[in-house]
């Protein structure tokens, strides 16, 4: 039988620097800044809507409805006919970069800033 290991400083070093990764990583969904354009993606469509005007946009896709709201400078699907309504459940979004997938619908809600074609990150 071998004696129990010792906690060291290492292992606490360890653990503190994979706890406060998993924090930040965790909570950086939630720490970006707010868009001004709504992209609707299905099909071979995409729609750009200003998140500055309220409205209300009706998509048919994939033999789907979805009703999409845009209001005070969010979006949000708040109805869809398709089967497990996830889309509905994810419910207003505002940040850059934050988006809404109606899979069976084939439908993508997604936020970016005043451009509308910001990079994620470069490559070379």
């Known amino acids: ?3 129990a290991k010792r906690i060291t400083i290492g292992d606490i070093l360890v653990l503190t620097i994979a706890f406060l990764l998993v924090v930040f990583f965790a909570l950086r969904p939630f720490s970006g800044r707010a868009g001004d354009t709504c ?3 299905f099909g071979e469509t995409e729609k750009h809507f200003s998140l500055s005007e309220d409205r209300v946009v009706a998509i048919e896709n994939n033999g789907y409805l979805l009703t999409v709201e845009i209001r005070d400078g969010r979006a949000a699907v708040i109805s869809s006919d398709c089967p497990d309504q996830v889309c509905v ?7 850059s970069g934050q ?9 993508i809600l997604q ?12 490559v070379g």
């Open 111 to 122: 936020i970016t800033g005043d451009t509308g074609d910001e990079e994620d990150f470069r």
């Open 39 to 41: 992209i609707l993606s």
């Open 99 to 107: 988006a809404v997938a109606c899979i069976p619908a084939g439908v």
């Open 89 to 95: 459940h994810t419910g207003f979004i505002s940040k």
């Open 1 to 3: 039988m071998m004696p």
